[in-house]
């Protein structure tokens, strides 16, 4: 049985931190493709970035870029989200997702397994 479970959620204030972790179980991280996604009330769940299997390599939406970075602990099993300089406009639940060779990431394409969802509050 697939669990990704997502943690490190929790309310900062602008321009803090925070790193959500996206523990994986019956699945091999790195032979997936990783993504993670947000949602807020009433919008649809956007991406916010991913990272391929094998090399690792990394993609970002462009609110995430310069500010999210994501990375992956292959002997955790692990993949992390790591989110500076925080604005209110971040909050929202976050979202991991894993998918095979042919998934794609950033259209949410593929992507067979979720997490539970980890909510993160940014106040001004």
């Known amino acids: 049985q697939v669990q990704l479970v997502e943690s490190g959620g929790g309310l900062v204030q602008t321009g803090d931190s925070l790193r959500l972790s996206c523990a994986a179980s019956?699945?091999?991280?790195?032979?997936?493709?990783m993504g993670w996604f947000r949602q807020t009330p009433g919008k649809e769940r956007e991406f916010v970035g991913g990272?391929?299997?094998?090399?690792?390599?990394?993609t970002y939406a462009g609110s995430a870029k310069d500010r999210f970075t994501i990375s992956r602990d292959n002997a955790k099993n692990t993949v992390y989200l790591q989110m500076n300089s925080l604005k209110p406009e971040d909050t929202a639940v976050y979202y991991c997702?894993?998918?095979?060779?042919?998934?794609?990431?950033?259209?949410?394409?593929?992507?067979?397994?979720w997490g539970q969802g980890t909510q993160v509050t940014v106040s001004s």
């Open positions: 997702a894993a998918g095979g060779g042919s998934a794609s990431v950033r259209s949410m394409r593929g992507l067979d397994y």
């Open positions: 990272i391929s299997a094998g090399v690792g390599k990394t």
């Open positions: 019956g699945i091999t991280t790195s032979r997936h493709s």
